[in-house]
């Protein structure tokens, strides 16, 4: 009987997912919680955008003003240490990590992956494969933003790595004025 209910405890962790600990991370998971939200009544992400006609409506809420608008005032800061650097790409972990706020960090990857998305900016490999990003003068030049949003992965324990592996000590991008 103990093993009975063992096993539907298992599959159920198995159909849901590891329960949360105290901390917020997943227990007994090695690996990272995904940054992002799954579409209500799919499967996955990915199934979910087979579906075009609410792969548009998704991305149609997505843009609102106040969305734009924070994207076009990370665009300008973004345009700002560009031309400061000599105009050479921006490590991509600098420039949306604020060491101060995990919620903060994942706002600005949202913002910047926005952007991309949009051909507003671009992100690629540097020689060392650290992300980097540089910004794009819209109808220039034979870039095609991605036709899928990208997630990355961060769970607070790599945020927190990212910190320390980069020495950041200021946001780059400073959290926005309230309206």
Not at 133 to 158: F, K, R, W
């Amino acid at each position: 009987m103990a093993e009975n209910r063992k096993e539907e405890e298992e599959r159920a962790r198995a159909e849901t997912g590891p329960e949360p600990s105290e901390g917020g991370e997943a227990a007994h998971s090695a690996d990272p919680p995904v940054v992002g939200a799954q579409v209500k009544g799919h499967s996955s992400p990915q199934h979910a955008m087979t579906d075009s006609a609410e792969s548009e409506d998704m991305e149609e809420s997505c843009d609102n003003e106040a969305t734009i608008k924070e994207a076009d005032r990370i665009l300008g800061l973004l345009k700002v240490f560009y031309r400061e650097g000599g105009e050479s790409p921006i490590n991509f972990f600098k420039f949306v990590t604020d060491p101060n706020s995990f919620a903060q960090t994942l706002d600005n990857m949202y913002h910047v992956l926005y952007l991309v998305r949009h051909g507003l900016a671009r992100i690629k490999a540097d020689e060392d494969e650290i992300p980097v990003l540089e910004p794009l003068d819209p109808g220039q030049g034979s870039y095609v933003p991605p036709q899928t949003s990208g997630l990355i992965p961060l769970s607070i324990a790599c945020w927190e790595q990212i910190v320390e592996l980069f020495a950041i000590s200021q946001p780059m991008i400073p959290p926005a004025p309230e309206a």
